[in-house]
């Protein structure tokens, strides 16, 4: 199964939510069960696309550090985790798509969860 994964979708949130250790947490577990996983690195999105689902001044505020993330917080590390985390999603939507058109309805493709 190919999973949408970067380590840069990792990063200490300075939160007591676990969320933005998730993914590297998720696939350690996949690999030591034993999983057939192959992990392919996800096309971060840009502020134009987050812009699409969020107020333009505010996906700028929060990727430039001067606006609170879903933390609380104005962390860096955040801010550079969220277009990987995003396009992780993205990029496992258009693969699933593409694999269903190739290898029918069911293609094995997951996102790393945040």
Known sequence: MKVLYSPKMVADSGSFSPSASKP????????????????????????EQLALAHDRAFVDGVLDGRIANGFGNRSAAVAASLPYTSGAMLSAARAAIDGARTDGPFAAVAAAPC
Request: glycine share 4%.
């Open 24 to 47: 590297e947490w998720v696939v350690q577990a996949w690999r030591e069960s034993g999983l057939p996983i192959e992990l392919v690195e996800p096309q971060a999105v840009t502020r």
